[in-house]
């Protein structure tokens, strides 16, 4: 069939959507969606378990029987590392709990605080999207490419290490793993991610997210959403 090559480059955009327990996009109140350009790196690994393998020697010392059973992927693993402190985002990767001022009438979030036994660090519940440019392709002012990667249910995300230095201080999470099962479907109904290739208009996912999917990558032409500070409520 035919197939379009890309060239990824950096980072422009990652969006982090909260999740119930069950992977669910929240909407109303509870909900959280966050655009954030203030990332310096998100590093995906995958983790395999290690393949069985089965040796009898025979009673001269030779091999009897041999036998390897394949390496079985489990799942990927991120660190992330940011340069911008949002302290909601923040929050909802790690789990540590926001901290407020005393404005009124609504109050702002000004940090974060990790407490020992913090019930919500390791039972983190996000959905994590990032656009990457496309190097060396044609564009226009309505039709730009970007690599769109969605990774649609990711747990257990906990603070990582912290240093104050001399340069940057870099907040990080570490140990966030993918989930099988994902209710994403084609995500929020304001979450337009693709054009489509026909008519040019924005439309969300066009395969819906499976439930032994864990991850998703693929050459878009639709905008990345606008970076701004805090959560926006999903409706």
């Known amino acids: 069939m035919p197939s379009i090559c890309m060239k990824p480059v950096g980072g422009t955009r990652m969006r982090a959507t909260k999740l119930d327990s069950c992977g669910t996009i929240l909407t109303g109140a509870p909900s959280c969606s966050i655009v954030s350009s203030g990332f310096v790196s998100i590093e995906r690994t995958a983790e395999y378990e290690d393949p069985t393998e089965i040796v009898v020697l025979n009673a001269n010392g030779d091999i009897c029987l041999k036998d390897r059973r394949r390496a079985q992927f489990k799942w990927f693993t991120f660190n992330i590392t940011f340069c911008e402190v949002d302290p909601e985002l923040y929050s909802m990767v790690t789990g540590s709990t926001v901290v407020l001022n005393d404005a009124t009438p609504t109050a702002q979030a000004v940090g974060f605080r990790t407490r020992e036994g913090d019930a919500g660090v390791g039972t983190t519940s996000f959905g994590l999207e990032v656009w990457t440019r496309l190097a060396q392709e044609a564009c226009s002012a309505t039709n730009q490419p970007y690599g769109y990667y969605l990774a649609p249910w990711i747990v257990e995300g906990t603070p990582g290490d912290l240093t104050f230095e001399n340069g940057a201080v870099s907040f990080n999470v570490t140990n966030a793993r993918t989930q099988i099962g994902s209710p994403w479907g084609t995500g929020h109904s304001t979450y337009l991610v693709r054009r489509d290739a ?38």
């Open 198 to 235: 026909m008519t040019g208009v924005l439309e969300p996912l066009l395969t819906a997210i499976g439930p032994l999917d864990h991850d998703h990558f693929e050459r878009v032409t639709a905008a990345p959403p606008a970076a701004a500070c805090g959560c926006t409520t999903l409706a």
